[in-house]
Structure formats: structure tokens, C-alpha cells
């Protein structure tokens, strides 16, 4: 029985428990379920006494004759095997019945509705189905189709979320090139399941479109990036057919290629001005993670080599693309949850004024870098040079990183490429000033978890010995910079955007003992209970905090609401 379907084992069981006479009952359903065969069932007494249980006979049986029918098949005219496949489906929950009707489906071309509709009630032989017969069943029902995806949907999402918190994956989640991303067996069973129909590429973009405008998860802009060309490296017409083509080629090409050139610049101006009408996917394929995160790169090297050649940020044509099809990726959640699908206009002081506060702090990077290698071999202190580079950035410019996200994403990266570099008097400068602006609910919302995961990502890089310089805070403390970083950055962003907790505890889990015994050494235990997840976190996260905790040498800690089990030998 418990190899039975759970429908015929229940109603086996009914049978039993309800009937008088279970011996007779028995009879009865052995009867009933015979082969028809006089001979056959005059002989299955003696495998009774000979110990052999029927149901293995009966399966013997079925094996055998599957294997028959499967070797005669090719004999078969169209109506026999319909036929066939008709008087197969209540036994679809059998294997040897599953091998048959897959052969069997894979056969017949075309096949009527009125079997695929019986095909679609019954799950099991729905299951067994070769993907060329699911695709004509999901053209008819999509609610069948949308079900299938949407598992996929989330596998996806759930994967790609516990990369951005990992420690240790083997290669970083913005460094995966387009082609390995695509490797992904969910995104080959997409364009599979999608094969040459123009109706399900249709719906699976519908459906890729409202769960992005419900949850403004960026996974979504991924998949939508990679089905598209995963059906242009299969060289499939339905490429020709989706207007988002060649912009979407386009982007993948620069990320593949790591560079937005001249010419791909020209291209991408080009399109952005065609297609002025079909801002929704555009925007959605900006806001994809690896594209944001290229624009972003370029747009802070370019803004690097503008201060180098002392030219103005509003002379450079590049600039303006780049900060269109920017300003046009991060407006992609606003568009999608508004419905509002239009061009957002850029304020001409992004170009005129905040662009230059940029391209001048880049001037002062280079130059403390500059008086840092002349002091080592002058010996000379310049103290005053240093001094005013120190000062904070003008008041103008920390009000904007409060109200424009283009500004503040930029800020961000500019400050992840100050961090690589070890410029620990340039870093908090810029903290000082993203300190007043992370605070603000309405602005920090706007900045995409890929950014972030960007950001503390080059954080979580600086070296020892620039974690343990000692800066001034805001009351004249001297403080190691990991202490500023962490009481002006760390904690107010986790407060007001909490989806940014497994970032910075992944910072932490990155970061050397020596850094984390200073906040001990500054907090006592209270930095840590600081950043303590919530229910809502995933897993993922209360692992990191766990580590935590494991990494001072404390017990590691899951509070019994968090409804997460325990470390394993925990």
C-alpha cells in the first residue's frame, strides 16, 4: 500500500475500516483489479502459497508489458496511439506507465486539445510529459505555466540573495560574467521551457515584469536580461521579435567586455533616444545589477580621469549618457510600482554642480595619495596640505546626497574606489558626509541591495593598519576608523534599512579580529546586539550573526522567535 498513490492507499483504507467482512472485502477488490484472465487467476493461489506477493507479480507484470508496448510503438497509426494514451492515464502514477505515455507523448504530433486538457488533470502524466507537450499545454493554460516558472522564480531569487551575504563563494557575485551567469541550470530550464513560442516568451516577460513591480527585487531584471540572450545564443527567431533586443545586447556586451567604449556609448545614445516610448524594460535592464554596477564603475573612472585632465564634468558628452541610462536603471522600481512608465528628468545641477563636488574630490584623493609618497621620502609633514583636504565637503553637496539617489549611488562608489585605494583621511570625509544622508528613510530606499552589496564589499577589504588609524569623531574623539565607520555608517543604516543588516555582518565577518576587538573594546557587548536580525531575516543572515558571535569566542546565539535552527554541533 504505501507504494500506492496516496488517493488509492486512502481509499483502500476506507474500504477496510468501513466493510464488515474484511476477508470477503479483500476478495472482492482482488476481483475487481484481476487481470480478466481465468488462467492467470486460477494460478495466483499458488504464487500465494509459494510466498510471492501479488503486488510484486502484478508489477512484474506491468514492467513486461510496458516493455512490450514501448518495443511496438513505431507500429502504431496515429488513433491507436491516442487511444493508447487515453486508456494510460489512470495509471500514470506508475513508472513503467510514466516511461510509456513520455515515449508515447514524444510521438505524436499534433495532439488534440480535448487530450491535452485530460493530460492537464491529471498531474502525474502532466509530470511525465517531454517539455515539446507541456509547452502546448501552457499555451492554453497559463495558470499551469505560471506555476511552473514561479517555483523556478524563486529558487532563483532565493540563491542569488544568499550570495550577497556569503563569505565565501567562489567567485563574487558582481564578477560572474554573463555567459557563466547563464550556465545556471534554472536559466537553461527557462529557455527551454520557453522553446520557439512567442506566447509563453510574452507571458514569462509579463510575469518577470509584475513580480519585479511587487518586490523591486533586481533578481528579476537578471533573468530577464538572460532568458533574452540565452534565446540569442541558441541564434532562436524570437530574439527578432522583442524591440528591447538590441539595447539589451548591447548592455550585455559591456559587461561582458567589462567597458562602456566610444562606440557602445554612441549606441547606447542612439537607442536611448529611439526608444523614448519604451522606457519600462529599458529601465528594467538598466537596474539589472550587473549593468548598474558597470555604469556606476565607468561613470566614477570617467569623473577619475576628468579631474586628471582638469576639464568639466558638463563638456563631457560620455558623462550625460551615462547618467541618463543611470538615472533611468534606478528609477526602474518607481516605474514598475507606480505605473508610470516615463523618461525621468535629470536636474541640471547633477551635471553642473554635483558632478564637479565628485570630480573634485577625486582631485584630492589623488592628492593626498601624492603628499603621502612625498612625506615617506621627504620626510616632511605638510600637515596644513592635509588639513585642508580634510575638511568636510561643502553643505550643498551632503544636502543633494540626501534628495537625489543618482548622486548619493555615485558617492557610493566613488567612496568604494577611495576605500581600495587605502585612503583612510579621503574615506571619512566622504563617510562624514553619507552618514547625514543614510539616515534618511525616503532617500537610502532608492539605493539597490547590489550597491550596497558593492560598497561594504570594498569596506570589508580595507587592511588592518587602515582600520586601526585613529581619526577624529564627531565630538573630538579619537577613534580607530573602524569604530567611525561603524558608529556613523553601520548602525543608522541597519536601523532605517534593515535589508542592509546581512551586508554590514558580512563586513564584520570579513574584517580582522583587531577590528572587531575595538568595537568591543569601545561598545562592550552592546555593538552586537546592535545589529541583531529580526524574524524576517533570511537564514542566511542569522548565520552571519551567529558567526559573529563565534568569531569573539562567544556561544553562538538564535534566539528561539527567530524560527532558525541552530548551527550544526551548535
Not at 557602445?264 to 529601465?283: H, P
Request: charged letters at 20%.
Amino acid at each position: 500500500m504505501a507504494e500506492k498513490s496516496s488517493t488509492e492507499a486512502d481509499a483502500i483504507r476506507a474500504m477496510l475500516t468501513d466493510c464488515e467482512n474484511p476477508v470477503a472485502a479483500i476478495k472482492s477488490f482482488q476481483s475487481s483489479h484481476s487481470f480478466g484472465s481465468p488462467v492467470i487467476n486460477s494460478a495466483l493461489p499458488l504464487l500465494d502459497l509459494l510466498g510471492t506477493p501479488r503486488y510484486e507479480f502484478h508489477s512484474q507484470v506491468l514492467v513486461k508489458y510496458a516493455e512490450c508496448l514501448l518495443g511496438k510503438l513505431d507500429q502504431l497509426n496515429h488513433e491507436q496511439k491516442l487511444k493508447m494514451v487515453s486508456q494510460l492515464l489512470s495509471g500514470s502514477h506508475l513508472d513503467p506507465v510514466k516511461l510509456l505515455l513520455k515515449k508515447l507523448l514524444s510521438s505524436l504530433k499534433p495532439i488534440p486539445d480535448d487530450v491535452l486538457a485530460a493530460i492537464a488533470q491529471h498531474p502525474n502524466a502532466y509530470e511525465c510529459c517531454p517539455v515539446q507537450v507541456k509547452r502546448v499545454i501552457w499555451e492554453t493554460n497559463s495558470s499551469s505555466f505560471g506555476t511552473e516558472v514561479s517555483t523556478l522564480f524563486d529558487g532563483y531569487v532565493e540563491e542569488k540573495n544568499g550570495l550577497l551575504v556569503s563569505v565565501d563563494a567562489d567567485v563574487p557575485f558582481l564578477e560572474l560574467t554573463p555567459r557563466k551567469r547563464r550556465e545556471h541550470e534554472i536559466t537553461k530550464k527557462l529557455v527551454e521551457m520557453v522553446g520557439s513560442s512567442q506566447k509563453l516568451y510574452s507571458t514569462m516577460c509579463e510575469f518577470l515584469r509584475d513580480l519585479f513591480s511587487q518586490s523591486s527585487v533586481p533578481h528579476y531584471c537578471t533573468l530577464r536580461i538572460d532568458v533574452l540572450m540565452g534565446l540569442h545564443e541558441a541564434q532562436s527567431s524570437l530574439v527578432r521579435q522583442d524591440p528591447y533586443h538590441k539595447f539589451i545586447w548591447c548592455l550585455d556586451a559591456c559587461v561582458r567586455e567589462r567597458r562602456i567604449d566610444d562606440k557602445r556609448v554612441k549606441e547606447l545614445s542612439s537607442m536611448l533616444q529611439q526608444q523614448e516610448d519604451k522606457v519600462g524594460d529599458m529601465a528594467m535592464a538598466a537596474h539589472e545589477p550587473g549593468v548598474l554596477h558597470l555604469v556606476c564603475t565607468c561613470t566614477v573612472g570617467l569623473l577619475a580621469d576628468l579631474a586628471k585632465q582638469c576639464k568639466l564634468p558638463r563638456d563631457s558628452s560620455t558623462l550625460k549618457v551615462l547618467l541618463r541610462l543611470l538615472s533611468r536603471g534606478l528609477a526602474a522600481t518607481d516605474m514598475f510600482r507606480e505605473d508610470i512608465f516615463c523618461e525621468p528628468q535629470m536636474d541640471t545641477d547633477v551635471i553642473h554642480r554635483h558632478m564637479s563636488t565628485l570630480v573634485s574630490f577625486c582631485t584630492d584623493v589623488d592628492g593626498v595619495a601624492l603628499h603621502t609618497t612625498l612625506q615617506a621620502e621627504t620626510r616632511h609633514s605638510g600637515t596644513d596640505f592635509l588639513d585642508e583636504l580634510s575638511k568636510p565637503l561643502p553643505d550643498s553637496f551632503v544636502v543633494v546626497l540626501s534628495r537625489n539617489p543618482l548622486v548619493l549611488v555615485l558617492a557610493l562608489h566613488l567612496t568604494a574606489k577611495t576605500a581600495r585605494r587605502g585612503c583612510s583621511k579621503s574615506l571619512q570625509r566622504m563617510l562624514q558626509a553619507l552618514s547625514t544622508a543614510v539616515v534618511d528613510n525616503t532617500i537610502s530606499r532608492y539605493v539597490p541591495s547590489t550597491v550596497w552589496f558593492h560598497f561594504c564589499g570594498e569596506i570589508a577589504r580595507l587592511p588592518e593598519m587602515s582600520l586601526a588609524e585613529e581619526v577624529s569623531d564627531d565630538h573630538g574623539a579619537v577613534v580607530p576608523l573602524s569604530v567611525y565607520i561603524f558608529e556613523k555608517l553601520t548602525v543608522p543604516l541597519c536601523h532605517h534599512q534593515p535589508a542592509c543588516l546581512g551586508q554590514w555582518l558580512r563586513v564584520l565577518a570579513l574584517w580582522p579580529a583587531s577590528a572587531r576587538n575595538a568595537l568591543t573594546e569601545r561598545f562592550q557587548d552592546s555593538w552586537l546586539e546592535s545589529l541583531q536580525p529580526s524574524s524576517a531575516h533570511s537564514d542566511a543572515v542569522w548565520r552571519l550573526y551567529s558567526a559573529a558571535f563565534t568569531a569573539l569566542g562567544w556561544p553562538t546565539f538564535f534566539p528561539e522567535e527567530s524560527g532558525v535552527p541552530p548551527l550544526d554541533g551548535d
